[in-house]
């Protein structure tokens, strides 16, 4: 797990704590995970939700945290560093954690803009699974997870998904958003899950 990590960011994890119990009384996982903030000094202690029988979760919630801590304070609490987190984590849990997708709340809300705009939170689906399904499409489109991990630090809180794509791909950040759309609208079973273009896996 921690190898994946350093791979993806290209940085070295630094130790942290971590205690797995039945966070909000769960033992199968959906009590999420959590820690205090986004480096390793002050996000370190990690509290991670029990998952009887499938230890795959517990991997994928432990990563979750742990990506955000190697953000190094970037993207901490903003919907672009959730969407990322949230892809770390399925490499690593194997998809372990698909009943928590959030792209498929962000096509019933109507897909609203998250490409040009970020939103100022890591708690509403919506945003965050326009963030999963983008990231999904740069991936299916031949950008490895860490090549978008990391310009995604670099892009820091104020770079936007749009400007991820403009530094990815060379063309004009503008393009993002009709692109993206009219990639998402050709989809022929529409948006199920957070990578309805089949990036899976992303390394």
């Not at 002050?42 to 991997?59: K, L, M």
């Not at 953000?71 to 901490?76: A, F, I, T």
């Amino acid at each position: 797990m921690v190898g994946i990590n350093n791979q993806i960011f290209s940085t070295p994890t630094e130790p942290v704590s971590v205690i797995v119990f039945a966070l909000d009384g769960a033992t199968d996982g959906t009590g999420g995970a959590d820690h205090l903030g986004c480096t390793f000094q002050s996000g370190g202690a990690i509290e991670v939700c029990a998952s009887f029988g499938n230890p795959a979760r517990v991997s994928g919630l432990f990563e979750a945290e742990l990506s955000e801590c190697s953000m190094n304070g970037s993207l901490c609490g903003f919907s672009t560093g959730e969407a990322l987190s949230r892809w770390c984590a399925a490499v690593v849990s194997n998809n372990a954690l698909s009943d928590f997708a959030t792209a498929p709340d962000w096509a019933e809300a109507g897909m609203p803009d998250f490409v040009n705009k970020t939103e100022k939170s890591d708690t509403v689906p919506v945003s965050t699974g326009c963030g999963m399904a983008f990231i999904s499409w740069l991936i299916s489109s031949g950008y490895k997870l860490p090549k978008i991990a990391q310009e995604m630090v670099a892009l820091g809180d104020a770079g936007t998904l749009a400007d991820l794509y403009g530094q990815l791909t060379g063309n004009a950040a503008d393009q993002a958003w009709p692109e993206f759309k009219k990639a998402i609208e050709a989809l022929p079973g529409g948006v199920t899950s957070d990578d309805p273009f089949g990036g899976f896996p992303p390394m």
